[in-house]
C-alpha cells in the first residue's frame, strides 16, 4: 500500500447505493401503507396496485437514468416475489430534469395519482416538498441534503445525506490518510 487515501466509491457506486437502499425503504413503507390493520391475507390477483412514484433528474448533464431502471427493476423485483400483501407495485416515474419548476409539477402530479410514497434522487426535492407534505405522502429520500429534508416529519432518508458524507469524510481521512488533525469548512447558514 503507497499509503495514500484513495476513495472508496464513485457518485455512481453512491447513487446505486442510495436507489438500493430507496427500494428496500420502499417495500417497506408501501408495505405498511398497504396493510389495513384486518386480515393479512393476499388481496389477490385483481387488487388495486400500490403505487410510487419516483421523481428526480434523470436526464439532467451528469446523467441519472440509470436510477429509473434501478427504480424499475426494484418494483419488478417486489411483483416477482408477490407484490405486497397481493398488491403489485406500480412504479410511476416523474424526470424533472433537475428543474425545480418542473419538481413542483411532479409532485402535484404525485399528488393527484394519489401514490402511496414519493422516492426522490435529487437536490430539487425541497420545491415540490410543501405540495407533497400537504398531500401527506411520505418521501423516501436517497439524498438528505437539504435541511428541509432533515427535517420534515414526512421525509425518510435512507443514508445520512450531507451531515453523514462529512463524517464518512472525516473517517476516511483519519483511517487512510493517516490524518491527527482535520478542520472542517462550512457555510454559516441552515443548509450549510
Not at 417497506?28 to 386480515?39: H, K, N, P
Not at 448533464?61 to 431502471?69: F, G, N, R
Not at 402535484?108 to 394519489?114: L, T
Not at 416529519?153 to 462529512?166: K, S, T, Y
Request: proline content about 6%.
Amino acid at each position: 500500500r503507497s499509503g495514500k487515501l484513495r476513495p472508496w466509491r464513485t457518485r455512481a457506486t453512491v447513487g446505486r447505493v442510495a436507489v438500493t437502499g430507496g427500494a428496500l425503504a420502499l417495500t417497506l413503507v408501501a408495505a405498511a401503507c398497504s396493510s389495513s390493520g384486518g386480515s393479512s391475507d393476499s388481496a389477490g390477483p385483481h387488487a388495486a396496485p400500490i403505487k410510487v412514484m419516483g421523481i428526480g433528474g434523470y436526464t439532467v448533464a451528469d446523467p441519472l437514468s440509470y436510477l429509473e431502471t434501478d427504480l424499475q427493476a426494484a418494483a419488478a423485483a417486489v411483483n416477482r416475489a408477490g407484490g405486497i400483501h397481493g398488491h403489485q407495485l406500480q412504479m410511476l416515474i416523474c424526470d424533472d430534469n433537475g428543474d425545480p419548476n418542473k419538481n413542483i409539477a411532479c409532485s402535484r402530479q404525485a399528488a393527484a395519482a394519489g401514490v402511496s410514497a414519493v422516492i426522490t434522487t435529487d437536490a430539487d426535492t425541497i420545491a415540490g416538498l410543501p405540495i407533497i407534505e400537504a398531500a401527506g405522502i411520505p418521501v423516501i429520500s436517497t439524498l438528505g441534503f437539504w435541511n428541509q429534508e432533515l427535517t420534515s416529519p414526512d421525509v425518510f432518508p435512507v443514508n445520512g445525506g450531507a451531515p453523514g458524507e462529512a463524517a464518512d469524510n472525516a473517517a476516511l481521512l483519519v483511517q487512510g490518510g493517516h490524518a491527527s488533525r482535520i478542520a472542517i469548512v462550512y457555510a454559516d447558514q441552515p443548509d450549510g
